[in-house]
């Protein structure tokens, strides 16, 4: 019996918490089963109060640690204070076909420990143009209004901060009051508004507790307190992670088990009842192996591990992996393009000035392909941008550092201007994960990835690099640099696709209740459902999308469909 249970999620990241904590609200007897270890809120933060002098690098980095991990050293939030969150280089290997930057985060909570917190809705449009300009393959079986409910029952629990903008392209949501914008990024928003219409810079929305209301009360949560020192979690619960939201949540309802150290290897399937019955595990010390049964498993891995996990779910019905009938599973792996940035300088209000950290930037919603084609490349890109004085902050453990920064502090000088792309990339056939015949120390195939940029993504950078540097220079930026990355994809850490959604069983892996087409009790809720990847940051839709389908499943099991 201890083995049974209602539901089974797979993951306890930012989709499983939440895949969690709607079926535990709801009654059913739940089990989350975590790869990593168990990382309790506030006392598994080691490094959440640490000053740079209590760090033996100044939370830098030593050599020999970088020299090991050159895929994790790419990536802006790896350092001393946070590199007990990542996965090292040297585990869990993957193979690469083509260079592609995989970062993980494999303990209770997943990547949502670490991640940036931005949270914007997608839009209409996001929808509707993979299948108005023919691009992925695929058309979204849902709408932006399928989702509306979900979005704002996510956003009133997790706390989002922002300002109610009425624009179409990044619709409003349950906001707590937004981060302020300083003079100088005001005074490019006004000018970039003013020139070029239809483009309206915003404060970016952010799962961020400015305010705290009697649902994150309830939750033992606090208000953000600026430190931007978040990716070490925060023992405030200012920002959203399951660790502080969802999981003890869904504890209190008594009905969740979770089992940490649990390496689900594959989903059971079985030919009479055409439904998967057990997920099997590889426990991380021991290597012993368990298996739980469920009548609905949600999978909620990460984009890579689930397709892996699926891909290794095979049977006689499945030998190509679980659901994977018309062959597309794995495949159409997509990503978000950041490759283009523009630098610039601005001399103007330099009699202003700012106090404290802000944990988001200043967004302007995709201005391309809005209701037709009409540049020469499919999709869109988001376009962010910051404007800092002085260059460098010794608390946060970076030169200059005594009476250098005393003069420095004392004379910050012109306004450092910095504008980047947050590019769709458009989900083709070739780009996707496969199995190795290698196998890791739990005997488990390591994933295969084979992801590349295309023609599409370049266009979409030379056109990011055109209108950013014509958007500053019309609000008086000067020293306009262009820089162009050429970060492999994975580095953006928003890979999504090869378990896609789709009313079209030939083509699609999963339906729009985010079930697999060929296994109607196994559901897909995070990046790995997503038909084509928009501009925005991602985790917000994966959680509207897996609170939406945990209450399908829910009336389905109601019914005894399922
Ligand atoms: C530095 C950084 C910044 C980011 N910034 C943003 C941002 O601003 N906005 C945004 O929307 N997104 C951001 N992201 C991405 C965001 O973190 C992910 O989109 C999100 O965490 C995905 O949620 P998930 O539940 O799919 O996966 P995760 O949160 O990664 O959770 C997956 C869980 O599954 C577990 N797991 C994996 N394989 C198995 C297995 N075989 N058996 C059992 N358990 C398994 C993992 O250990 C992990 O705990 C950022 C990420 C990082 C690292």
Not at 30 to 35: D, G
Not at 317 to 336: D, E, I, M, T
Not at 376 to 396: C, E, H, M, V, W
Request: with cysteine; net charge positive; hydrophobic share 35%.
């Amino acid at each position: 019996m201890e083995n049974q249970f209602d539901v089974i999620v797979i993951g306890s990241g930012i989709s499983g918490g939440w895949a969690a904590k709607e079926f535990c609200d709801m009654g059913f007897k739940t089990l989350v089963i975590e790869r990593g270890r168990f990382v309790e809120h506030v006392t598994d933060y080691p490094t959440a109060m640490k000053e740079s002098w209590e760090m033996e690098h100044r939370g830098k980095l030593n050599d020999q640690t970088l020299q090991e991990n050159p895929v994790l050293a790419r990536c802006y939030a790896y350092n001393d204070y946070t590199q007990h969150l990542f996965v090292p280089d040297n585990a869990h290997r993957y193979e690469q076909e083509k260079p592609f930057d995989w970062i993980r985060g494999y303990h209770l909570g997943g990547k949502g420990l670490m991640w940036a917190r931005q949270v914007q809705r997608w839009s209409q449009n996001e929808f509707d143009s993979p299948k108005r300009d023919d691009y992925g393959s695929l058309s979204w079986p849902i709408n932006y209004k399928d989702l509306a409910p979900w979005y704002s029952q996510v956003e009133k629990f997790i706390g989002v901060s922002g300002n109610k903008d009425g624009l179409d392209e990044v619709p409003d949501g349950e906001f707590l009051k937004p981060w302020e914008m300083n003079a100088a990024e005001i005074s490019i928003r006004n000018d970039i508004k003013k020139n070029f219409p239809g483009r309206t810079p915003i404060i970016g929305r952010c799962a961020h507790l400015t305010e705290v209301k009697e649902i994150h009360k309830k939750q033992g949560r606090n208000a953000c307190m600026a430190r931007t020192r978040c990716e070490r979690g925060c023992p405030l619960g200012a920002y959203f992670s399951s660790n502080s939201s969802t999981l003890p949540w869904a504890e209190k309802t008594g009905n969740l088990t979770i089992h940490t150290n649990q390496i689900v290897s594959e989903i059971v399937y079985d030919s009479k009842s055409q439904r998967a019955t057990a997920v099997n595990t590889v426990d991380r010390h021991s290597k012993k192996k368990r298996q739980f049964t469920a009548k609905v498993i949600f999978v909620n891995a990460a984009t890579i591990n689930t397709n892996a996990i699926l891909l290794h779910s095979k049977s006689e019905q499945f030998p190509n992996g679980l659901g994977n009938r018309n062959g597309n599973l794995g495949k159409y792996l997509a990503f978000h393009n950041y490759r283009g940035r523009v630098n610039a300088k601005f001399y103007g209000h330099l009699d202003s000035y700012y106090y404290g950290r802000r944990p988001t930037s200043i967004v302007i919603p995709n201005f391309r392909n809005i209701r037709r084609n009409d540049v020469n490349f499919k999709g869109g890109y988001l376009t962010n941008y910051t404007a800092s004085r002085g260059g460098s902050d010794p608390i946060a453990g970076n030169k200059p550092f005594g009476t250098e920064f005393v003069d420095q502090a004392a004379r910050p000088g012109a306004w450092h201007v910095s504008m980047y792309m947050q590019g769709e990339t458009v989900p083709i056939r070739e780009n996707e994960i496969k199995l190795s015949l290698k196998k890791d120390a739990y005997g488990i195939p390591a994933p295969i990835l084979n992801v590349g940029y295309t023609e599409n993504d370049e266009k979409m950078i030379a056109d990011f690099h055109q209108q950013a540097t014509a958007m500053l220079k019309k609000a008086g930026c000067v020293e306009i640099k262009r820089v162009d990355s050429k970060q492999a994809p994975g580095l953006d850490i928003h890979e999504m696709g090869g378990a896609r959604m789709g009313d079209n069983p030939n083509v699609a892996v999963t339906n729009k209740h985010n079930q697999l087409h060929d296994c109607s009790n196994v559901f897909v809720t995070d990046g790995a459902c997503m038909t084509s990847t928009g501009t925005k940051n991602p985790s917000l839709t994966f959680m509207a999308m897996t609170a939406r389908a945990a209450h399908f499943a829910a009336d389905q099991m109601k019914q005894g469909l399922l």
